[in-house]
């Protein structure tokens, strides 16, 4: 148990839905982030957000809006998205975003399927 | 932009061989860390490099970082089964940036 949880777990999408993602870290960390892991980009980081401000946006698609109402939650909210954003979508918070602070704790992230 | 590349991308070694993964920046780094990923897991911190030429061990895990804060390497002594899984290192300064990752496998 990492202190951070994500649900669902696992998520079978239509095209035309709209779903979310869900994060809780319990960790009193300042900084959450979202990351897509998929076969071809191990490890590719989509937003970060420090003290619920949204810090970094990387060139993601505007299908993909998140959402940080506090330091302890974040959301992905996931709409009309395409069969190539199947993934793994793993959500990471720290106790800071620079400097010694950002190590990384993942959540068992959610698998997404998009029919 | 800042890059952070790792070598190799697949490594197999029978049981009880040595592995060992590079990882390389193309900026000098503040600090260096790196991150383990089992099968159908998620990545999980192992450990963080802060000063130039430190290394540190765990276990039979061995992490240096480079003289010139631009490289680091993870050695792994006498391979488990356990030790399977994908390796990251992350290049934080401003804001962190993944390798691409060695996922080792182990032949028993």
């Known amino acids: 148990e990492t202190g951070v949880t994500q649900t669902p777990r696992h998520l079978v999408m239509g095209m035309t839905n709209k779903k979310s993602l869900k994060c809780e870290q319990h960790?009193?960390?300042?900084?959450m982030y979202w990351y897509k892991q998929s076969a071809k980009k191990p490890l590719e980081l989509m937003f970060v957000y420090n003290f619920k401000e949204q810090t970094e946006n990387n060139s993601v698609p505007s299908r993909f809006s998140p959402e940080c109402p506090n330091s302890s939650h974040l959301f992905l909210h996931l709409h009309t998205l395409q069969p190539e954003d199947s993934a793994l979508y793993l959500c990471?918070?720290?106790?800071?975003?620079?400097?010694?602070?950002?190590?990384?704790?993942f959540g068992a992230g959610t698998r997404l399927s998009v029919l | 932009g800042q890059q952070v590349m790792q070598i190799p991308q697949y490594q197999h070694v029978q049981e009880g061989e040595d592995f060992t993964t590079y990882c390389n920046s193309s900026?000098?780094?503040?600090?260096i860390q790196w991150y383990k990923q089992r099968p159908g897991g998620h990545p999980v911190f192992l450990i963080q490099l802060v000063k130039s030429g430190e290394v540190k061990k765990q276990k039979r895990l061995t992490f240096q970082f480079g003289e010139a804060k631009k490289n680091s390497s993870l050695h792994i002594t006498a391979t488990q089964t356990t030790d399977v899984g994908t390796y990251f290192c992350?290049?934080?300064?401003?804001?962190?940036?993944f390798g691409k990752g060695t996922r080792l496998h182990i032949l028993p």
């Open positions: 990471a918070s720290s106790q800071s975003t620079s400097g010694l602070k950002n190590i990384q704790y």
């Open positions: 992350a290049g934080p300064d401003d804001k962190i940036i």
């Open positions: 960790l009193g960390h300042n900084a």
């Open positions: 900026t000098t780094l503040s600090n």
